[in-house]
């Protein structure tokens, strides 16, 4: 479960400075590197450090015991309220890149590897096999406009009890994606998506599940940057970078998309990889990365990544030709930060 936005404590890896050149592991279109400097974005406490040293002494990234998901993972979408066929396939294309095969490096596929570090008491790892296991949509906004926390696991029981989408508590995990229309009590303000379980109560099984929501209409500048930035921003830097599938509000829900499985497979129970000793609102790992998406992260560069010739931005590819923006995430091997597009892999 990611906390507020604005009690992050993003921990910056700067893996090196290089900046010149082409990647050298890519050919489609020949992208070239750079690092932007962008306005720091609102409700983040990035650092103003460049460098973070990532030791484990002082991150108190510990296991507390409770299970991964080790069994290949099941994903059950949930498109609740309008959702147009080209945003569900942007993300779909995502989700089934995390396990794509010959997929040019950097790719979702490397930057799960990271995910799958991860071990549970027996020391099994998480698995890398994710599949999109089933779809519903909720067209009719069973629950209404606006939800809450609580409100989503309503969501998840009318899918659930709708045939046949199934309960899988065994290897599923439930993904609640909202319309550009839906609210959510503290979206925007606190929170661009968050990860948790149901209770058995509400669906009849303790299932987990993370809910995102597509900012688009509603505050992009905070959930999708840096795809946006506020206007009164704007004149401080770069500007927005050009989304890589042409949709600000989607791509930004690609990374936070990214940011929740990383969380929910690491810690499904809420009891096994964080920081803090709050359960109730830990630190995992990928808030410990947040608004770092390449090498020379912090102060307000969100690191090394990549654009096309023409000019959208990108640090993965995915199946189809597809390219995402997704932050990095925590490594338990390097205690650091780390994405497969660092610049001392190249």
Known sequence: MSPPLNLLLPLLLLFSATTNGEVQTLNLNHPSKFNPKLPLPPLRTLSSSKR??????????KYHMGPVLS??????LIWY?????????????FLRSISAAGVPSPSVADWW??????????????????TIAGEYADRKYSNGRHLTRLSVQDVIATAVRSKPFPVDHRKGIYLVLTSEDVTMDEYC??????????????VGYTLPYAWVGNSGKQCAEVCAYPFAVPEYMAGGGPGKLAPPNGDVGVDGMVSV???ELAELSSNPLVNAWYAGEDPTAPTEIG?????????????????????DKGGRTFNLNGLGNRRFLVQWVWSPVLNACAGPNASDLN
Not at 81 to 93: E, F, H, M
Not at 113 to 130: E, F, H, P
């Open 71 to 76: 069994s290949p993972i099941n994903i059950y």
């Open 257 to 259: 998309i990214a940011h």
């Open 189 to 202: 303000r606190a929170v661009c998506g968050f990860h948790y379980f149901t209770f058995p109560s509400k």
């Open 52 to 61: 973070f040293e990532g030791s484990s002494d002082l991150v108190k990234l």
């Open 113 to 130: 590897r990271t995910v799958s570090l991860y071990t549970d008491q027996t020391g099994a790892n998480i698995s890398r096999t994710v």
């Open 287 to 307: 808030d410990l990365c947040e608004g770092l998406y390449g090498t020379g992260g912090g102060g307000g560069y969100i690191g090394e990544v990549m654009k």
């Open 81 to 93: 309220g309008n959702w147009a066929q080209p945003k569900k396939l942007v993300i779909k294309d």
